[in-house]
């Protein structure tokens, strides 16, 4: 089957510290992987994306690599900010894009 | 494009009673897509539509629950008598599938969601 799973948070970090969200999935076939984010208050924003293995997706200083090897899609940032404090939600879709399978979302904070 | 819109965005109602939510999508959006989301959980699918046609349905959604897009734009979610259980975040979103274009075209756009609270 299709699942995602995601590392437990809330995950805190001082201002310009680096950021890793780790993912990993389990799929049939070859699915897309999406990172999106979920700013307090508002809807879920597409934040990056890979369609294939090795892609890696960038956005706003955030990576992806997606690893068909290790069946993950780790999320990373060298330096975030305050303004990065959202919840992150990592996401597989088949093949056929019928729909998406979410993990649980991991809450970041950030402090200046 | 406008985005994605929900309406409304906020709902409480009282256990037993009917609720509707609609969703229009980002214009010329062909796939529509609805999904449910609780505390501290990810959205979780319910349904998808290609044009008006609904194409799949996830267990999750009992027959309580029924969702149209009678015209290929907006769509409805109906819950019918409601239970405290279906208090939730209904998530929805849209994508493009071009006719003939490659399936890595399509990204899912969401809308801000409808919080339903069932007392």
Known sequence: ?112 | DTGVSQDPRHKITKRGQNVTFRCDPISEHNRLYWYRQTLGQGPEFLTYFQNEAQLEKSRLLSDRFSAERPKGSFSTLEIQRTEQGDSAMYLCASSARLAGGPSTTDTQYFGPGTRLTVL
């Open chain 1, 1 to 112: 089957g299709n699942s995602v799973t995601q590392m437990e948070g809330p995950v805190t970090l001082s201002e310009e510290a680096f950021l890793t969200i780790n993912c990993t999935y389990t799929a049939t076939g070859y699915p897309s992987l999406f990172w999106y984010v979920q700013y307090p208050g508002e809807g879920l924003q597409l934040l990056l994306k890979a369609t294939k293995a090795d892609d890696k997706g960038s956005n706003k200083g955030f990576e992806a690599t997606y690893r068909k090897e290790t069946t993950s899609f780790h999320l990373e940032k060298g330096s975030v900010q305050v303004s990065d404090s959202a919840v992150y939600f990592c996401a597989l879709s088949p093949y056929n894009f019928n729909k998406f399978y979410f993990g649980s979302g991991t809450k970041l904070n950030v402090k200046p």
